[in-house]
């Protein structure tokens, strides 16, 4: 490991992954969390496929590749200076993996096959296994350790001359997630629709007549576990500097909640999670930055 680093913020798939197939930061792509609301279709929209988050319906009118930036623009950039990258992603792909095995089989095939490429290769099965049982669980453990080994495979056959990064999109804690809508519901009134983004970074549509309501009523209940800040004040904060995306203004809302505890917050989800992320905690951002040689020439 040379040394940990941050991931981007919010500490969350869609933003850090998407940097590898746009080569942007998550204001300039737009890809800035799991859901984005879009009021060209009225709707809450997963941004990987395109389904709406709270009715689980499928969706074919490709309103988000439209309206952000495409994945996989990355590509045509390694193109246009003479080199090539490949990607290699899980099942969800089409022509994606189903193993880490498998996936060690991709890259080593491209390793060996290609001599000026660069290949990207994602596992989210991880992830998914805490977002279902926690960091502290043992299935926890014996999954990681099972990620290391083949890792450590890898290395061991990638030819002479290769390089090897690892790293995480973004780390996980175990949270409490608790639902405005039954919990709140003089606070869920001053709301003009419901929430986007992430349930520990999220994104508040507010009615214009009820903004100093839900500001108290935010802070008073959740203002031991969140930081408010309004939309300007969170790109600002947080994004960096870089240059915005058309939409961002529009993707943000009107308020955006920063999780500093182990609280989630959602409007309506069904599914909660034991382990998630996209908030600032250090468990949530911190990464490592594992670097491997293999020694020799390339050939």
Not at 50 to 59: K, L, M, Q, V
Request: aromatic letters at 12%.
């Amino acid at each position: 490991m040379i040394r940990e680093m941050t991931t981007v913020y919010p500490s969350t798939t869609a933003a850090a992954t998407t940097i590898f197939s746009t080569g942007l930061a998550p204001v300039s792509s737009g890809w800035m969390g799991w859901m984005e609301y879009f009021k060209e279709v009225d709707d809450y929209r997963i941004l990987f496929w395109n389904g709406s988050y709270y009715t689980h319906a499928r969706h074919t009118d490709n309103v988000v590749q439209n309206a952000l930036v495409p994945q996989g623009t990355l590509q045509k950039t390694f193109e246009s200076a003479g080199s090539s990258m490949r990607v290699i992603n899980p099942k969800f792909d089409s022509n994606g993996v189903h193993s880490m095995e498998e996936m060690e089989e991709r890259i080593l095939e491209y390793a060996n096959t290609y001599h000026n490429t660069f290949t990207y290769a994602y596992w989210d099965e991880f992830d998914a296994l805490m977002h279902e049982v926690g960091t502290e669980d043992p299935k926890t453990k014996k999954e990681l350790c099972h990620i290391d080994d083949v890792v450590r495979d890898l290395a061991e056959q990638l030819p002479e001359g290769n390089l090897l990064f690892v790293i995480a999109d973004h780390g996980q804690i175990n949270t409490v997630t608790e639902d405005i809508l039954t919990a709140h519901p003089d606070l869920a009134e001053t709301l003009e629709r419901r929430a986007a983004l992430e349930a520990r970074t999220v994104v508040f549509y507010v009615k214009p007549e009820r903004r100093n309501d839900f500001e108290e009523l935010f802070k008073t209940y959740y203002g031991d576990s969140f930081e408010l800040y309004t939309s300007e004040e969170f790109a600002k904060i947080f994004m960096g500097e870089f240059p915005h995306h058309p939409r961002v203004k529009d993707l943000l809302g009107d308020y955006v909640a920063v999780a500093k505890g182990r609280k989630s917050l959602v409007t309506g989800a069904d599914r909660v999670m034991v382990g998630d992320h996209a908030g600032l905690t250090e468990d949530e951002m911190m990464i490592p930055l594992i670097v491997y040689r293999k020694e020799g020439k390339k050939q």
